[in-house]
């Protein structure tokens, strides 16, 4: 992912609070480090557990940035759970899957008869959340002109329900989440700067599994015992998985990783052996030059829509409404086709408070 300009802001209290983060990290399976919902011994993790200790104690915005499947929303879930909203609703709102004309309906709530399909009044999200965190994932995917509704929500604590007259109040703390270089999404008019200075009061990074030293070998075997625990089995990891594990970049990060584990579980009878994904895809892969893409002859159906969704969504910068324009789809029908290939927030998972 690309660097981000916005840094974190000095807390009071700060060495407190990294004292506070270092006595509550625990210690799990063969010493992989656990923080919340989060694992991980790295370096890069431990940082993380501290910046997290210090906004979770305050009520700022914070805004999390980080590639898909690097556990985000575990974040935003642990700041929750050790602020002192944490007996409060934690409430996570997918923004890039809704669509634009029902956002602000489903942020705010409406009234009876506000627009087509409103046959009764409904409260929003925000109301949802009341005394606890509301939780804005892909906000990059929101409408800029959507976003000017809810920075006045920010700034003022309060909105109108669509189609109402009546002011309400709601005491909401706001985290976000984005897989985009904020300062490039305000560039590329995907975000208000506006907006992005509001939420990133204190800005977090998840950072990516390639950057997570010695966490790869730590988060397998954690996933691996969860699932022996699970099945009542004791299966153990093969020295070529264990290679794998080493070698392989996982882009897609703990999402990849785990699913991986899983898929071998299955088909494992004693040793699980995790082949290196290329050399597991029998599929070829698609030729591409510029904004061209050549699929081999005898692709499968299914095989050759995933690599040109992926290919066009990766030609669009990882925009996914610029990328369902060009492919003729809904965003919504995009982002479930992204989440039935592991590679969008959402996705089924087994024991996904386990995703780092």
Not at 272 to 301: C, F, N, Y
């Amino acid at each position: 992912m690309a660097s981000t300009d916005l840094d974190s802001p000095p807390v009071a209290g700060g060495s407190h609070a990294a004292a506070q983060a270092k006595h509550r990290v625990a210690e799990g399976v063969a010493g992989l480090k656990s923080y919340g919902l989060l694992y991980g011994s790295s370096p890069v993790m431990l940082d993380l557990y501290e910046q997290i200790e210090r906004v979770a104690a305050t009520d700022a915005t914070a805004l999390i940035i980080g590639e898909s499947g690097t556990g985000k929303e575990l974040v935003a879930r642990t700041i929750h759970d050790q602020s002192a909203r944490k007996d409060a609703p934690f409430i996570a709102v997918n923004c890039g899957a809704i669509p634009d004309e029902l956002i602000e309906a489903e942020l705010f709530g409406h009234e009876k008869g506000s627009f087509t399909g409103a046959v009764q009044g409904r409260i929003g999200y925000f109301e949802h959340a009341n005394g606890g965190t509301l939780f804005l994932d892909e906000i990059t995917e929101m409408a800029p002109v959507r976003q000017v509704k809810l920075l006045r929500a920010l700034e003022t604590g309060t909105f109108y329900r669509v189609g109402g007259n009546d002011l309400i109040s709601s005491d909401v703390r706001v985290i976000a989440a984005t897989n985009r270089d904020p300062a490039v999404a305000v560039k590329e008019n995907g975000l208000r700067e506006d907006l992005m200075y509001r939420l990133a009061v204190f800005p977090l990074r998840a950072p990516p599994l390639r950057e997570r030293e010695g966490d790869r070998e730590l988060l397998a075997q954690h996933f691996l015992a969860s699932l022996n625990v699970q099945e009542s089995a004791s299966k153990s990891f093969s020295k070529r998985s264990m290679e794998t594990l080493r070698t392989w970049s996982w882009p897609g990060n703990v999402r990849e990783l785990k699913n991986a584990v899983y898929r071998a579980f299955i088909l494992a009878e004693k040793t699980v052996e995790l082949p290196h994904p290329h050399l597991a895809s029998r599929v070829k892969k698609p030729v591409t030059q510029g904004d061209s893409m050549s699929v081999w002859i005898g692709t499968p159906l299914a095989d050759a829509q995933k690599q040109i969704i992926l290919g066009t969504l990766k030609h669009c910068g990882g925009d996914k409404r610029r990328a369902a324009k060009a492919l003729g789809v809904s965003l919504k029908t995009l982002y479930n086709r992204l989440s039935t290939y592991g590679t969008e927030d959402g996705g089924s998972e087994p024991a996904e408070a386990d995703d780092a």
